[in-house]
């Protein structure tokens, strides 16, 4: 027997969840429907547990400075593999627990535990259930992506899946794929004691494309793990129960290999052709990212599945949209945030509204400073990294910025909450600067900049304003 | 013989520099005088050599959660005392070097390397030299405050002045004022392994005023070292070479004491009342905060020496507002910059715009989140401490915030920057806050705060804007 609602929502992740709170606010008549595991990808195998392994590896790391800091006995800290993995699942099931028992948990017949698909528009199979929804958000998440052949080498192929199940740290591994996920693990990896061999096809890592911040990432975090740019790898049987993974002329034998070349869209199993729902080349169906409407259909797309701003953040906005929309008279558009993207790796790897690649270059003016100087960043022995400042040259305003920084993640909150405020770099120069703080590094890029802008109109100094 | 000049600037720390330069913009005609240490109080004995410090005591201490984390050998690790002083005094040379270099060390003989005293209103002494000035800029800083009684007890008395030049760290030291020097340096030495107790006639540490956040930092700091609060402060001979120091029923034998109890005007030398400057009950003369000028005076006061705003990026202000304003028609009134007072203590203790004593309690909404299960701090093991926020009632803009947290130094100046925008919670909230990360935090108070307040006017989620 069909069971009528007004809203169904296919996946129970974060933006799934979002997007559920929002329906129940305007309607009783709604389910929520994932035969996956619960928890979020969040808090299963993302930000959470990475945070986790990257904090014990930046602690056992800190140890290269103790000597020259007048601290003995750095050399007898050693890593025990097991205990590390214990801890960060620990933290994990924390922050999984966590989502559980303010969710699905409470939730009775209007949760259904079973894989969705469509069999006609707006008609859904849940496990047994039959569901006629008015209005459906699919929020389904994506996958790591692994090559078939690939697949045929078991367990020795990896991804987030599957890392943060281990028992033990492999000895060696290699990581394919060097975007945010491949290198905050591949660096935290190697720190923990790991033989790790980094590889992209890119010439890039940490998808940064600024081309001054982008090849210096590559020099700092290179002298830590080899990093193999620019050439497609390959995998085959080592003979010895181990893997051989070579790229161009390199290659090295592994125990492990981590696949880390992206995630598609879980969209398949959804049969979305009988809801009527077009699928474009890169496999999701196009939508309005202001209302995340799917053409005018009444089906909505929320959180990592549409493959844009695969961040939590924007996976929580994106479901909050698509659960208001579901159950509004008319779809709103909502306006997005300012791009934020941090790669955790040591230095951060920072971008912030627009990309370089986007830029106007003509109108564009560019400032940026190493860290080399900055008094804190030498002090705190980080002092490796540079800040990237990108303005519009008519108006002054902030655009966008690329940072390689020690704590480059709340240098990236300022700047962000700054261009969304629409500032130029003047107004910029006028907030206070504390010392010694990282952020007289930003100090330092806006006034490289106004030093080589016609900005600045008064005889003052550019950070005084009179009353 | 008396020579003619239309500025002096008595001073050569950051606020003398500072105004020095903005001066020279203007005339040819000008001298800076000091006779004391060059280099800057902030390079050499402030906040360059104690930053220094606060980083290897608190590597040192993160090895309080290595076992927990999987890293083992974290017993091993020791304080080799003269080494790290001899890294803090090595940094130390480096920013002061570099102060030097760019400053005094270039200039022939419009430096005066004396001290300089007023023998008539415009006319200073310097040396062996008669200075007759159409303007003078005093920015002679600050000295440590040491009751004469306590000076006999000798080199067991440190100041500021004194404790970057020790070559042993002291097995004990008792801190008598636990203000943000005496905090900082105090939290810092315990760490690094001396037996350190902190005392103040004051129930309340690190300056802070928020009744919530003031006893939280008492009780957390309070496990590292015995804080001994609300008695004044008593010096004796232990009779074993040490010192008896003792408050209320409190008593403790210690190798040092280091006094920072507050730092007076450097003003007595400058004989200032023969240029007809009147010293108020604090000891420092009437001056107008937006120019500096001293009464109607030809006389400007900038840096430390104003006991107002005794920071770097303050004195950097005062410096150029005075420099400016000495060679101006007629004085110009800056604006000032929205306080941020930072203790560089563990967890920070930070103060943003309005000070709790200064809210009307009436027409203030006060949010405040306890860090205990913030994910990224909870990842981080340093989830104690907490964010409170001021906001108006009426406008719903953000008037000032008290931090407790871990990178509270950040922020501090997020929140800092907002409230130079006069940004409303629900602007505030309209920003990206990127997950798993401290500013996290911030989000939970501003979410906090509209739960309880009228502000949300749409059916949206406030952090949700229509296009």
Known sequence: MEEKVDVAVIGAGSAGLYAYAQVKRRTERCVLIDGGELGTTCSRVGCMPSKAMIQVAEDIHRRALFEREGIEGGDGLHVNGPDVLEHVQGLRDIFVDKVLSTTTDEMGEEFINANARFLEPGLLAAGERRIRASKVIIATGTAPIVPPSWKTFGERILTTDDIFELEQLPESLAVIGLGVIGLELGQALSRLGVEVTGIDLLETIGNIDDPEIGPLAVQLIGKELPLWLGQ????????????????????????????????????????????????????VPNYNPNTLQIDDLPVYIAGDVNLERQLLHEAAD??????????????????????????????????????????????????????????????????????????????????????????????????????????????MLRMPFYHPTLEEGIQAVLRDMIGRSDWHQTPYPPDLETL
């Open 232 to 283: 497609p790898a390959r995998i085959e049987e080592a003979g010895d129960g181990r893997l051989k993974v070579s790229a161009g002329d390199n290659s090295v034998t592994v125990e492990k290999v981590l696949v880390a070349i992206g995630r598609r869209a879980n969209l398949a199993a959804l049969d979305p052709e009988k809801a009527g729902i077009a699928l474009n080349a890169l496999g």
């Open 318 to 427: 994106e479901g909050r949209i698509a659960g208001i929309n579901a159950v509004a008279e008319t779809p709103i558009a909502f306006r997005r945030k300012t791009p934020l993207v941090i790669t955790f790796s040591d230095p951060n790897i920072v971008m912030v509204g627009a990309r370089y690649a986007e830029l106007d270059q003509a109108h564009t003016l560019i400032g940026s400073v190493a860290l080399g100087l900055l008094g804190r960043a030498l002090i705190m022995g980080r002092n490796r990294g540079m800040l990237r400042l990108y303005a519009d040259k008519a108006s002054g305003r902030l655009l966008g910025a690329s940072l390689l920084a020690p704590h480059g993640e709340h240098l990236g909150h300022l700047l962000n909450w700054c261009i969304e405020q629409q500032l130029t770099i003047l107004q």
